[in-house]
């Protein structure tokens, strides 16, 4: 090994002639191009690389476990590469060498090196050696293989792969717990893992079940292990798995060799999860012998997830528990002493806490009632606008338009509290819509000792009754229809009223598609809202007509 | 007046000058532009009195443009469609904004408004404080633009006191014992100031629980404030003005 390192550091004072001043990666001693040697040490075949000055990084030995001979470049957006090697001149007819593109097109087919860069003259450090060119390659967004062997060893091939190609974040396809069940009672972890691998994944012998994101998992002998799966990504064996747990004093960290994954999976024994505590499993790539140039920075793309360890023993408590657990005790003693000073207070307190709790409830309750109530009458509305646009009305189809638009947004804009002026314009946005429809009239009017521009109702309160007075009771009529509404100060009460002339309904029967129900059921949850207010509903309906009156008690 | 049109789609511009030409003919549109650069550089060429700015244009905002044009010379009125947090901005600068799909109405008060600006020339840097408002987290304390006839007081909202209405006026008592009337309705401000803490505790009042300091019981309900003043609490308003000085 150090016999290599010598020999790598030797030539390279003496590669000058090859030197690309716009090369970034350049020798720390004499400013010449760095040359990586990339195959193994125990190669008898050292072949070097040297890239361009678009590479923004490499790393350039990473081993796989399996192949003594296969070594594995990464390298970041580099645009071209030069290979070569030195041979011993009386050796260069046995070297045979393939650059295969892409694991599908030879780029050079079992030939032998024939250019020759460079002669190393007598006098020099490596006299009768010749530094063979193996080719220049374009790897935009490519994979490069380089295969390489010595005759007579026609089988002892090295394998290097050039990877060019973004490194992706890995993806988490699967991840469960593995639990113990009757089948493999008795048996090691090592032995269920051999026997998993042989009878496949969904193993009969190992009760699966899937871990979420951030589940807490209580943790008991049954659970052997955990299995991550990650995407194929053809390079599996850099992402390394990191375990860390967040117990109460430090961080654990626990890093799982590459040779742990399984085609893509992973399994992690539950011994290095088994103490309770909050865990984050990371998946990184992991690059050896990485060259950065100065001043730049290569950030690896990473993936976690999170869970929670819980164990379910009891236990038995350390002093520091006990001295913990004492001052927790005496601190409750106080508390207690405490709230009983404060008992009144505290309940009073807790009261309200339960008051506003219950109208938080009332108040999502009227909000779904609410787009209950959002009125089939928008694609009636949109239908008169079309119906204008057909007869080239255009003056007439913007004003209903921009009405449409206001009532809409009213709708969908959530609002508690309207101002009865603002009230006073939807309705009569709708009502014009509506007029358009129908041609009844119509009359809005407000006491002149009301505040209108200041005092606020309920939204859409009046809206479904208002939308019953003109389907049910104008309609028909035409321009004979008449519709009245009224906001009436009477003491400290604010009284709505709509009154229509169509022909009424009984107001004892229920009426399906009246929206009444909705209404009333509004009113009933604004009642809860507003105690000390109550909201009176009087429905008076005969031959002549019909009046809602809606009181708001003490609203003034 | 010379006036640029920035929406990033081509029909609500064409719609925009339609309405223009029709309601608004002394607005002389000079340039149309559906993307922020288009607008920057028209915005360059022509030097316009009026810009309508869309306030949502794909990933980029109306504010991007104003961010990157250092002298703003113009006025400009808002234009979107539905987008809370924007005309929220927007309001907290008291600038003109107007709702798509256009009011005709709306559109020809809007123009006027700008109209008398530009004549009166109140540079009120009401651009520049909007785009200081925006670039703050949501965890510092914003500041309003009170806009007055010859002037324009941006106040800290920890500064105001208590606001009250009278009619369409809101007239805000603030801390430094100054009093401003403003000519608009207190709603407006209440639906600025309550998701900053503010509590309106009668149809008149609307009240800064910072300067409140304690709640007598006379005539049903009183807040004391700590300069003195009593503020009536509705009844509605009651338990909700309890729940928020009990916090």
Redesign the interface.
Known sequence: MKKIIYFFLFCLPLLCFSQEKNDIFLSEANGNPTYYRISRPNSDCPVLLRVDEKTKWISFSNHESGDTLKNNVFLGEAKTIHLEMRIHKDSLRYYRYSVIKNDSVYLVDDAIPRKINFKWPKGSDFPEYFTMSLGDYNVVGKKIVVKIYKLPQKFKVNTIVIYNQPLLPPKVLTKSLFLESINTKGLSVSEITKMMIKRGRESFFLKRQPLNEGETITISDSIKLMSIGIENTGVNFIYKVKITRYGSDYPEETVLTTSDWDNSYISVDAEYFKKPGNYMVTIAPELRSLDIPRGASLTLPLTSFNFIVIDKRAKLFTAKELFLISIIIGGFVGLISVLILNNRKKRAATQLAQKSQEKEIAKLQLESVRSQLNPHFLFNALAGIQNLMNKNEIDNANRYLTKFARLTRNVLDHQDLISLTAEKMLLDDYLQMEQLRFGFQYNISASPDLDVENIEIPAMLLQPFLENAVKYGVAEKGSNGQIEINFIKVDADLILSITDNGTGFDTAKNYDGLGLALSKNRISLLNSIYKETPFMLDIQSGGNGTTVKITLTQWL | MRTILVDDEAANLENLKI?LAKYCPEIKVVACATTIEEAFAQVKLHHPDLLFLDIQMGKTTGFDLLKQLTEKTFEVVFVTA?DHYGIQAVKFAALDYL????????LKAAVEKAKIRIKNKIDGDQLNFLLSQIKKSEATIPKIALPQQHEIRYVSVDDIVRCV?D??YTFFFLSNGDKILISK???EYA?LLKPQGFV?AH??HLVNPKFVKSWLKEDGGTLLMTNGDKIPV???N??MV??VL?K
């Open positions: 309405l539905y709702l798509k799909p256009v009011d005709p109405e709306e209405a009619n369409t309705p207190l709603k639906d309106r149809q008149s509705s009844k509605p009651r338990e309890k729940e009990g």
